[in-house]
């Protein structure tokens, strides 16, 4: 019963990669479906060569007779591991019509399908601002994950919006991709949580993106080992509740179950720098 919207604010730190491997590693307790709500467009239809249709378009087409809960089920194609995903139409144009035309927003179809006893909705809101058609979405989501690179060109413009964009958001998650600055030093200058990193992983990141030729599968590659942990925490974040003491885009960081290997970032001091065995660096 969780909707989690994948969103980025500059550059492209693989926001359609990170949806498809959290499905693909999302708690087995649990059944995702990945929808695009991209407005600029979606990536899923080319990288793994799906049909046009069923996709958002049907969805939305749908959407003005009924927003049943099992609607969104029923417009999905399944990528070869199994994962179901509601693909949007490459075009921004087409893409944000159907967005338009989702009963006048996407919401009630995505909090719908969501709000299904041991549904996940995993939402990709791609790059975000005030204007996006996809910021209701983020709105209405139990955790909004905010994705950057950790390099200065990035963390600049999450440094100047972090605020604005925890307002997107009832609960605004931080994660770091790839290599860079180290997971502690961007949580300390930038004042906020990092919920998790993910690793740099071209191999891993062509599995989920369905390029032919490669020999990694996605659950057995750093990406998708890391975003398992990911996944668990994101979980069981979506029924924490929000820190109001600590600001609006921090929230209570308690110690994860004990069913869930703790990473890095919830010791009470710093590790040195090294890789976990989940793929995550330290």
Request: hydrophobic content about 45%; some cysteine; charged content about 20%.
């Amino acid at each position: 019963m969780t909707l989690v919207a994948v969103c980025s604010v500059k550059g492209s730190p693989g926001v359609t990669t990170a949806c498809v491997a959290l499905g693909a590693r999302w708690p087995e307790a649990e059944h995702p479906v990945v929808v695009e709500v991209d407005p600029a467009g979606g990536d899923l239809l080319a990288r793994w060569r799906l049909a046009m249709s069923p996709g958002l378009v049907s969805l939305a087409a749908a959407s003005r007779r009924t927003a049943e809960p099992g609607l969104v089920w029923q417009h999905t194609q399944r990528l070869p591991g199994g994962l179901p995903v509601v693909a949007g139409p490459v075009g921004a144009t087409q893409a944000r019509a159907a967005l338009g035309a989702l009963a006048g927003s996407p919401v009630p179809v995505l909090r719908e399908a969501a709000n299904r006893v041991g549904t996940v909705v995993i939402a990709d809101c791609g790059r975000a601002d005030p204007d996006s058609a996809a910021l209701p979405v983020m709105r209405a989501a139990d955790v909004t994950l905010l994705l950057a690179r950790a390099c200065d060109d990035s963390l600049s413009h999450i440094a100047v919006r972090l605020e604005e964009a925890a307002r997107w958001s009832r609960k605004t998650c931080f994660v770091l991709v790839g290599d860079g600055y180290p997971t502690a030093e961007v949580a300390r200058e930038l004042g906020t949580e990092v919920l998790g990193r993910i690793p740099e992983d071209a191999k891993g990141a062509a599995a989920c993106n369905g390029r032919p030729g490669r020999s990694t599968a996605p659950v057995r590659s750093a990406v998708g080992r890391a975003v398992a942990d990911l996944a668990a925490l994101v979980s069981w974040h979506a029924r924490g509740e929000p820190d109001a003491h600590r600001g609006p885009y921090a929230y209570r960081l308690a110690p994860p179950p004990p069913d869930i290997d703790p990473p890095v970032w919830w010791r009470d001091t710093p590790a040195p720098a090294s890789t976990s065995r989940s793929g995550v660096e330290r």
